[in-house]
């Protein structure tokens, strides 16, 4: 009989204990705030962007907290596979993506700031919605573009920055001519080549047609 209400008091004594382990689980949460290991463009140019990052982190670690100690619940590692859980993880699964999104498009803008670009450059970019290379690529041929004038000399043997750069642009599409800026036959033939094979007036000399589909 004694042995029987001492074992009885064992199991009392930890039932008690249980609940209050699981109290002070509930009541003190793990370290579960969000960090994250991504390289990020704390200076970007959209403050409006880094606001709406920051809250969407509070948002997540305000819900991660609440979910354990309301519910007992770790929705980054479920233990459970019951309805509440399932809908408990949904739910963060949504805020997490959005803290995502923030910081793919912060972590892009890093990336291109160690290339060399700034705030202005890389809000052009987004605006537009081009890549660096296209970008590039079309400053580089607005540069080009202002070498051609009406009054620009394209006869045999003449020499120009232009045709040099028309010369490059040729041998990538697949020619295959001598780069040196000098305006002879086979530069002529290339560009007739060219202006066949993309539907345009073959005669073999530039004009402002020719020249921007050669710099697509």
Known sequence: MKQLIIFLLLIIALLIGYGKYSQYQRYNTPEIDYTTGTKLDLEYFDKNLLLNYEEAIADLNTYTRLQWSANGIDVR??????????????????????????????????NLKDKGLTNKEIKFLEENGIDIETMRKKTRFQVIKSLFTTNIKLYNGEKNALI???????????????IDGVYRVETLNAIKKFEEEHNLLADGYLDALTLETIFQ
Not at 81 to 87: G, Y
């Open 77 to 110: 590692t479920p233990e459970d596979d019951d309805t509440e859980t399932n809908v408990a993880v949904s739910a963060y699964s949504k805020k997490l993506a959005k803290v995502h999104f923030y910081e793919k498009v912060l972590n892009n803008s890093s």
């Open 164 to 178: 040099y750069e028309v010369q490059k642009e040729l041998n990538k599409n697949g020619a295959d001519i001598t």
